[in-house]
């Protein structure tokens, strides 16, 4: 039987916060000393390891909640299990708490881990604080998973489900529990060279970081939202995806927060379609966990004999921003230095790469998954099968993003292409998403010599557009 002296081992992972954390506050309730524990796990994670922008944004993160916790936070690396049950040892620790997580091989693991401890008689319990609605409960009627986004949203969700919880507030005077691993540079997260120098400048990883952009973005960038969020150069986006992804703030406490600001602001209609973007959130995991081959195998089977090609030199330039379109080269050249892309650039440079340039969707796939802060399996998964047209609720393979409207239509002005590719800095406003049409003399002025100075297009857009639609209608129905 537990003594009140007996230490609860509360295992982090992607929860890094104290605020509605419910494994946290479960732990801190019942008034027993808590280990608090990280374990950077690249055995079981396999070809799902984390990327170099991603292990940037978890070193400081871990660094942020490190000192929310007093420099208590234990670390370590390895397989989770064999660390467990060291600690356990050590500390004479009889239980663990954790939230749970949703890719398949964490779900393996932790069903593992889980088993083998409760037969050694120790105490584990998982709870959820990822998930508005968990997987397992955004059912069908007869209780197969949707693989529309509508009526999974409406019905398996905000219908079926009651209201989300309330927010819990963090847990104050936390009894922690003495006890030193590895020190957080022993997991070496950092990268050898400081490539991360922009986003340093432009992000803020951890609990308060998260709580910050939030804040701002209730107040300057809900208003306007559903419209505004397709234009790059406009503050109506929130920027949370990497904040949620690392559960460094609730999606119970982003979800509640909007519900008030967007009555405050008299912006429902703006409010409601920022809810339904966590619900598209919601919508990814679900499948996810549904249909654990999403990372890789087409959830439509027909696109399994599709015509992809391989050519290293058009991924090359398409991974670089040097593919002669202005909006995709300024879409790619973001995520590099920033570790972020816009969502409306997220649909352009997708489709550019498998519709375009008929270059499969795990190219892509891969490179986000390295570059992205918010590297998320479930959405980079679902994403890209959506923009192949191969996943749940796919964009039809007809619907092509045109770079060239695109950039006119969502960055008029030039703004977002003029910032990432200042090489086009001079070009007119009539010229500047398309530079191959203006004439020499307008060249000249603007200092750009097509070719050198900025790639000449890698492609020509009607004739690869139909290529892709011969490509498509080659599938059996």
Not at 124 to 137: H, I, R, T
Not at 173 to 189: G, H, Q, S, V
Not at 253 to 278: K, N, P, Y
Not at 430 to 451: I, M, Q, R, S, T
């Amino acid at each position: 039987m537990s003594g009140k002296n007996t230490p609860i081992i509360v295992w982090f992972r992607q929860d890094l916060r104290l605020k509605d954390n419910p494994a946290l506050i479960a732990a801190h309730e019942t008034g027993r000393p808590i280990i608090p524990l990280y374990i950077l796990d690249d055995k079981n994670s396999g070809e799902w390891k984390m990327g170099g922008a991603s292990r940037w944004w978890l070193h400081q993160s871990l660094k942020s909640l490190g000192k929310s916790l007093n420099d208590s936070l234990v670390f370590d690396n390895g397989n989770p299990k064999d660390i467990l049950k060291d600690i356990i040892k050590e500390t004479n620790a009889d239980s663990v708490y954790w939230n749970r997580c949703y890719e398949p091989w964490r779900i393996k693991r932790d069903k593992e881990i889980k088993q083998s401890l409760s037969d050694d008689g120790f105490d584990v319990k998982s709870f959820n604080g990822a998930l508005l609605f968990e997987p397992m409960d955004a059912l069908k009627e007869d209780g197969t998973p949707y693989k529309v986004f509508t009526p999974f949203y409406k019905r398996g969700c905000l219908e079926r489900n009651p209201e989300p919880r309330d927010v819990q507030p963090a847990p104050k005077k936390l009894n922690l529990f003495e006890y030193k691993r590895k020190a957080l540079d022993d997991l070496a997260l950092m990268p050898n060279t400081n490539w991360y120098e922009q986003m340093e400048n432009e992000w803020k990883p951890g609990e308060k970081g998260a709580q910050d952009t939030l804040k701002h973005f209730l107040e300057n960038g809900l208003k306007g939202y559903k419209e505004g969020r397709n234009f790059p150069n406009q503050d109506n986006i929130s920027r949370l995806s990497p904040y949620l992804h690392y559960g460094e703030i609730s999606p119970y406490d982003v979800w509640h927060c909007a519900r008030v600001a967007m009555v405050d602001r008299q912006c429902e209609t703006d409010g409601a379609h920022f809810l339904s973007e966590i619900g598209w959130r919601e919508f990814s995991n679900s499948l996810l966990y549904h249909f654990p081959h999403l990372p890789r195998k087409n959830l439509q089977e027909k696109f399994t004999d599709f015509p992809w090609k391989e050519n290293e030199k058009y991924l090359k330039a398409w991974q670089t921003g040097q593919t002669g379109y202005p909006i995709v080269d300024a879409g790619m050249r973001e995520l590099w230095q920033t570790g972020y892309m816009h969502n409306r650039l997220r649909m352009v440079v997708g489709s550019f790469l498998v519709k375009n340039l008929l270059l499969h969707w795990h190219h892509g796939e891969g490179w986000f998954w390295d570059t992205l802060l918010d590297a998320d399996l479930a959405n980079n998964s679902a994403s890209w099968q959506w923009i192949a047209g191969c996943g749940a609720d796919a964009a039809p393979y007809f619907r092509v993003f045109n770079p060239l409207t695109q950039g006119q239509k969502f960055d008029k002005t030039g703004e977002y292409v003029r910032r990432y590719v200042p090489e086009l800095e001079k070009m007119p406003d009539k010229y500047l998403h398309n530079p191959w049409e203006a004439p020499d003399n307008v060249l000249e002025y603007a200092g750009v010599e097509l070719g050198k100075s900025y790639p000449k297009p890698i492609v020509n857009l009607k004739v690869s557009r139909e290529r892709a639609l011969e490509a498509f209608k080659s599938l059996k129905a």
